[in-house]
């Protein structure tokens, strides 16, 4: 695993936790006061939006390949831009402070109006930043995946994720032992590694291998040449 993308991908899992995790508790507190006769539509959507990205990244942060999280991030993204777009229509452009005094009603009687449309700014604005944070997260997906594939990792939709090296750097290697380094097995070129260059081996016999990666995500050529020449 490369430290830098780990990193960051921890950052962008942790920073939605907690944004949909105030959204879900925000919509729990307005279905225990609604449900079912009011707001029921609204409050059911954003109940089960903020606790399907809990629970879809819960199952991705350890077991995910690229050709899983590109569409997971991409569908949570589309969620929650409509969750963003709905609250917008509910809240419109009021002003919380111009609503003092005045009540909203709700099953079991009424709630201040003012507190109600802070809860609903609350979801608004948190909603809104999952979905650009799920546009930068795909972005950037996309183009280190890409970079991985430039480095010859033509298969690198059906890899580990965390198999991705950051803007810049070659991949590590996924360790699946604990506390043990994982190295290639034989006849693997890592991508990146002796990218453009060509990579000498000196079996016994008198003779080398030249190995040279091959160019857009093409095989490599294995040449057997006499040492003398090498």
Known sequence: MTVRFANHRLAFYVAVFVLSGT???????????????????FTIFSLIISALTIFSLLLTLQWAQPRTE????????????????????????????????????????DISAQAYCREVKVVQAFSWMVFVLFVFWFIIMIQ?????????RWRIWEEPIREL???????????QHNGAAAYPQAGYIPYGYGYGYPMVQ???????????????????????????SV
Request: glycine letters at 16%; a neutral charge; proline letters at 8%.
């Open 202 to 228: 000196q079996p016994q016999g008198g003779q080398s291998i030249i190995i040279q990666p091959g160019s857009n995500g093409q095989p490599a050529t294995v040449t057997t040449v006499p040492m003398s």
């Open 23 to 41: 959204v879900l508790g925000v919509s729990a507190y307005f279905a225990s006061i609604f449900l079912p006769g009011l707001h029921a539509d």
């Open 70 to 109: 590109v569409p997971l991030v991409f569908i949570l993204g589309a969620l929650w831009l409509a969750m963003g777009a709905w609250s917008t229509d509910v809240i419109g452009n009021t002003q919380c402070d111009t609503l003092g005094g005045a009540r909203t009603p709700t099953k079991n009687g």
């Open 165 to 175: 090296g950051w803007f810049g750097e070659m991949p590590g290697y996924y360790n």
């Open 144 to 152: 280190l995946i890409n970079q991985a594939q430039r480095f010859g």
